[in-house]
């Protein structure tokens, strides 16, 4: 019996590090396990591997589980051979990433390139309005989203979310840890975050009352489908 295959969406500032990390300790990293993404794009180039994509076919056959920010509904099609595909990804509270992702950027793009931190009311103002469905719709179904409307891009995104094996949220990382991990057929996480604001770089901003409510009026697509997730996830947990 062929043997599934796993590609988990990795939205920015959702947990995948976390997942990332523990993947690469419990499965053969680069054969089994594929990190398509920054850090396992160096570490292939540091071993003198070939880019994934152009290695043999009996190479990509070899992929258990797909994980990155590079990962697409596309992905499926380098991996050779009859495989059940599960489609795995998490979403986390539009205010409580958008947060998140302040406290990363202003540390490795600004601070760290030398440059002063800009406040949160500035950056702000540069987000991409709803960032987590327009970065599904752009990089997880390789769409262009200036033309897409609110309304299509909610619908779009739940349908391509109705066919995802799991479902997860940040704020309950653990509980899709588990399920991943355990049909993986591995040990799941210890429960300690990685890359996290406050332990490897400062927390510059918390989600305040007032940041939550700007956030959730201004990506308003975001937030329906966080919500929508969640309830899912509850609906499922109560079938179970």
Known sequence: MAEDLHIVMHVPKTGGQ???????????????????GPKGDSRAKQLGLAP???????????ARVILGHD???????????????????????????????????????WVRAGKDAPDW???YRGQKRNFMCCWIWENFLREPAESVTEEALYDDITRLLSSFWLLGVSERHQAFADA?????????????????????????AVTTPEIAEAVYRDHPVDKAVYDWVLARIDQNAAAA
């Not at 994934?52 to 070899?62: C, D, F, G, L, V």
């Not at 051979?81 to 979403?91: A, N, Q």
């Not at 049909?183 to 890359?195: A, F, K, L, P």
């Open 18 to 36: 976390t997942l990332r990390d523990h993947l690469q300790t419990k499965l053969a990293f680069h054969t089994e396990f594929i990190h398509l």
């Open 52 to 62: 994934w994509a152009e290695r043999s076919p009996q190479e990509r056959a070899k």
């Open 180 to 204: 991943l991990c355990a049909d993986i057929g591995i040990e799941s996480t210890s429960g300690v975050r990685v890359n996290a604001a406050g332990d490897r770089y400062p927390q510059r």
């Open 121 to 123: 009311t500035w950056w």
């Open 71 to 109: 990962a697409s509904v596309f992905t499926k099609d380098l991996v050779p051979g009859e495989r059940t595909v599960k489609y795995c990804g998490m979403l986390r509270d539009p205010a409580s990433r958008m947060v998140s992702h302040y406290n990363f950027n202003v540390e490795f793009k």
